[in-house]
């Protein structure tokens, strides 16, 4: 079965752009999940959906920071204007109500200049 | 709040060697779940291991095996005869069951665990 797919794997862009960041969870999970990683402030949940709507957005940095998921099976974390702070590596994760597990994508590894 | 404190930050050690990292946890859930991952160095997050806090049975898989003491709030992982394609960072978890805590999937901090040949 696939896993968890990311796109892109990594995305260099300069301050003030608009970026995209895109999951497809896994086949039948019904919670998808963004998390942060830095340095600094290390695994850090943004927000989470279930069955495509989204349940907690408190980790949400601030306004910047939007995430959809118009279907079962697509997800994006758009950040509008990104700036250099934003740098990190973004996670999507997916599990079934049942288990609790969450299994998670390759990451984007983001930079902005 | 939900909390997960990994105390050790780095360990190394030789093949061969055991090794254990320490996790311990705090919530105020009657139910939960706690896990273990792995991160190499190429950088995914695999999942290891999911344990309920109703059941305190150790696990054992392979060199791994786990320790799950509620007492103590306590969920540490063994490595029994350490490789060096055990080294990564090394991550527990802890997610309420239910209501708000749902998905709030907390991490510790990590520990990097370098194996020496």
């Known amino acids: 079965d696939a896993g968890v797919i990311q796109s892109p794997r990594h995305e260099v862009t300069e301050m003030g752009q608009e970026v995209t960041l895109r999951c497809k969870p896994i086949?039948?999970?019904?919670?998808l999940f963004w998390y942060r990683q830095t340095m600094m402030r290390g695994l850090e949940l943004l927000i989470y959906?279930?069955?495509?709507?989204?349940?907690?957005d408190s980790g949400m940095p601030e306004d910047r920071f939007s995430a959809k998921m118009p279907n079962a099976s697509f997800s994006t974390l758009k950040i509008q204007p990104s700036e250099p702070r934003d740098s990190a590596v973004y996670f999507c994760?997916?599990?079934?109500?049942?288990?609790?597990?969450?299994?998670f994508g390759p990451g984007t590894r983001l930079t902005v200049t | 709040a939900q909390k997960v404190t990994q105390a050790q930050t780095e360990i190394s050690v030789v093949e061969k060697e055991d090794v254990t990292l320490d996790c311990v946890y705090e919530?105020?859930?009657?139910?939960?779940?706690l896990f273990w991952y792995k991160q190499p160095p190429s950088g995914e997050l695999v999942f290891l291991i999911r344990?309920?806090?109703?059941?305190?049975q150790n696990e054992i898989s392979g060199r791994y095996s786990w320790n799950f003491q509620k007492s103590t709030s306590s969920f540490n992982f063994t490595i029994t005869a350490s490789q060096v394609v055990d080294s990564a960072v090394y991550f527990c978890?802890?997610?309420?069951?239910?209501?708000?805590?749902?998905?709030?999937?907390?991490f510790g901090q990590g520990t990097i665990l370098t194996v020496h040949p």
């Open positions: 978890a802890l997610n309420g069951a239910g209501g708000t805590s749902y998905g709030k999937l907390t």
């Open positions: 086949s039948g999970h019904d919670y």
């Open positions: 919530t105020r859930d009657t139910t939960y779940y």
């Open positions: 994760a997916s599990s079934r109500t049942e288990t609790y597990e969450q299994y």
């Open positions: 959906f279930n069955n495509n709507v989204p349940i907690d």
């Open positions: 344990r309920n806090s109703f059941d305190e």
